[in-house]
C-alpha cells in the first residue's frame, strides 16, 4: 500500500483522546511509507457492526478513495474479517486494513535479530489466520465440503488452520529455546549483583538516544545503539555497563510503547519487556518538545501496569531539553542527549535511587583479603586512600547489604 485514504469513527465518549490517536495513527502510516491521501471521520454513538462506518459515510469514504486514486483504506476503529470484506467491497476491492495490522507492517520491516523476526511473524501468523480461515471457509461452502486432493473429509480451512498452527508452534518452540539462553545471561547478569535499570517510554521519545549520550560519559562511548527519528527504531532489547562514581549499574534500552499495542505483540515481546518488569529502576522518557507529552506518558504508565512493572521505583526524564520553548516547559530532570545538558546530574539521580540508604565506613583492609576489594568494586563506591604496613586505608560505601563483607575491617574513624 502507497497510498490511503485514513478512516476512523470518533465515538462521542472517547471524544478527548481521539485526536491524540488519529495523530498517532497518521505517523504510523508514515513509518510504513505509506501517504495519507485523504481522511473520512464519523462523529456517532457506536461503531456499525457490519461495515464500522454507516452505509451513507461508507459511499463517501468509497468516492475519496476513488477521487485521490487511493490503493487502499486503514481503520482507527479495529476491524473484524468480515468487515474489512464489507469494506473493501464497497469500495472496488481494495485493501482494508486496520491499525493493528499497521503496527504489525512495520514491526515486520524494522525486526532485525532473529528472536524479533520470530516474534514479528508468530504475531502476524496469529492476526491472519482467523482471516484465511474466514476466506476458506466460505470458498469450502462454495465447493459443498470436502477439499479433494487432501485425503477423504478434509476441508481446505481445516488444513490451513492445521499447517498455521503447526508453523506457529515451530517457530514458538524457536522463541523459547533463544530466551532460555538469555535467562541463562539474565541468571548470569543477576548473580553479579549488578543493579538494573531500564530505559522505558513512548517510541520516538529519545530513549535510545540518551542510552548514546550516558554512555559518552563511560570508557566506552563507542557501544552505541540505534537511534533515529521514526516508530519503532528499536525492536530489541540493547544492555550497556555504565560505570558511575566507581561501581557500575546495567542499562537497558528497550522497544518503545504505543497505544493500543496490539496483543499478539504485547505477547510476542513479553521477552523484550522482561528488561522493564525485572528492572531496579525504571527511566521514563518524556520528549518536553512533543505536544502530546502527557497523553503519551499515560499511555506509558498504563503500560507499564499491563507488563505488571507499575510496582518498581520510577525517575521521569524530561528530554530533548535543548527544543524547549520555555523554562515552563524545564522542571524536574531535564536532559539533552544532543548537548549533554543534564547527563551528568541524571547519573547522580539514578545514582541516589539505586542506593537510597547507603552507608559510608573507613576500613583497613589486609593485603590477604584484596580480592575483596576487586570483588566489591562494581557494586561499592570504594575510595583508596593510602597503603600502610597492615594494609590499605580505604573508604568504601554503598547499601547495608553490600558492606556487610567490610565489617570485619572498619576502624571506626571519622570520615
Ligand atoms: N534535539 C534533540 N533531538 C533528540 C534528542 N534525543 C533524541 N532526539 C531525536 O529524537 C529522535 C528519536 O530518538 P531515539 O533515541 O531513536 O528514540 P527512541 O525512544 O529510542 O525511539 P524508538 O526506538 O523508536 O522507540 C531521533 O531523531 C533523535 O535524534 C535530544 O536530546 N535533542
Ligand atoms: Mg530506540
Given at each position: ?71 487502499g483504506?486503514?481503520?482507527y ?58 476466506d ?69 521519545a ?13 570508557d ?40 493500543d ?18 528492572a ?21 504508565m ?6 505488571h ?63 575483596l ?20 586505608r ?20 571519622n570520615?
Amino acid at each position: 500500500m502507497k497510498k490511503a485514504v485514513l478512516a476512523a469513527v470518533c465515538l462521542t465518549d472517547k471524544k478527548k483522546g481521539f485526536e491524540t490517536a488519529m495523530q498517532e495513527t497518521r505517523e504510523l502510516c508514515s513509518a510504513c511509507g505509506i501517504e495519507v491521501a485523504a481522511e473520512c471521520i464519523q462523529q456517532s454513538n457506536s461503531v456499525d457492526p457490519r461495515t464500522v462506518l454507516r452505509s451513507g459515510k461508507l459511499q463517501e469514504l468509497a468516492d475519496m478513495a476513488k477521487q485521490t486514486d487511493a490503493d487502499g483504506i486503514i481503520f482507527y476503529n479495529p476491524l473484524s474479517v468480515a468487515a474489512a470484506q464489507r469494506i473493501s467491497a464497497a469500495a472496488d476491492g481494495l485493501d482494508v486494513i486496520d491499525r493493528k495490522a499497521l503496527i504489525l507492517d512495520i514491526f515486520s520491516l524494522r525486526a532485525r535479530s532473529a528472536q524479533a523476526k520470530i516474534q514479528t511473524e508468530v504475531a502476524r501468523l496469529e492476526y491472519d489466520l482467523p482471516k484465511l480461515l474466514q476466506d476458506n471457509m466460505e470458498s469450502d461452502h462454495a465447493r459443498g465440503g470436502t477439499f479433494n486432493n487432501r485425503g477423504a473429509g478434509e476441508t481446505r480451512s481445516v488444513i490451513i488452520r492445521r499447517r498455521y498452527e503447526a508453523r506457529i508452534s515451530a517457530l514458538k518452540a524457536e522463541l523459547k529455546q533463544i530466551e532460555a539462553h538469555q535467562k541463562t545471561d539474565q541468571a548470569k547478569r543477576k548473580k553479579s549483583a549488578l543493579k538494573s535499570v531500564a530505559l522505558v517510554g513512548y517510541t520516538n521519545a529519545g530513549k535510545s538516544s540518551l542510552m548514546n549520550a550516558i554512555l559518552k560519559t563511560t570508557d566506552r562511548p563507542d557501544r552505541t545503539v540505534f537511534e533515529k527519528d521514526m516508530l519503532f527504531a528499536t525492536l530489541d532489547t540493547s544492555i550497556r555497563n555504565i560505570s558511575y562514581k566507581n561501581r557500575q549499574f546495567l542499562l537497558y534500552d528497550t522497544v518503545g510503547f504505543v497505544s493500543d499495542l496490539p496483543h499478539e505483540l504485547i505477547d510476542a515481546f513479553k521477552s523484550t519487556l522482561d528488561a522493564a518488569r525485572d528492572a531496579d529502576l525504571l527511566l521514563i522518557v518524556e520528549d518536553i518538545s512533543d505536544p502530546m507529552k502527557a497523553q503519551k506518558t499515560a499511555i506509558t504508565m498504563e503500560t507499564l501496569k499491563e507488563i505488571h512493572a507499575d510496582s518498581i521505583p520510577v525517575l521521569h526524564v524530561h528530554t530533548k531539553a535543548d527544543l524547549a520553548k520555555s523554562d515552563e516547559d524545564l522542571k524536574g530532570i531535564c536532559v539533552s542527549s544532543l548537548t549533554m545538558q543534564g547527563i551528568d546530574a541524571l547519573l547522580e539521580d539514578i545514582d541516589k535511587a539505586l542506593y537510597p540508604s547507603d552507608v559510608t565506613m573507613m576500613c583497613l583492609v589486609p593485603y590477604a583479603q584484596m580480592a575483596l576489594i576487586a570483588r566489591s568494586k562494581k557494586t561499592l563506591d570504594i575510595r583508596i586512600l593510602e597503603s600502610t604496613e597492615e594494609g590499605i586505608r580505604l573508604q568504601a560505601s554503598g547499601t547495608k547489604e553490600h558492606m556487610k563483607v567490610f565489617e570485619p575491617y572498619r576502624t571506626g574513624e571519622n570520615r
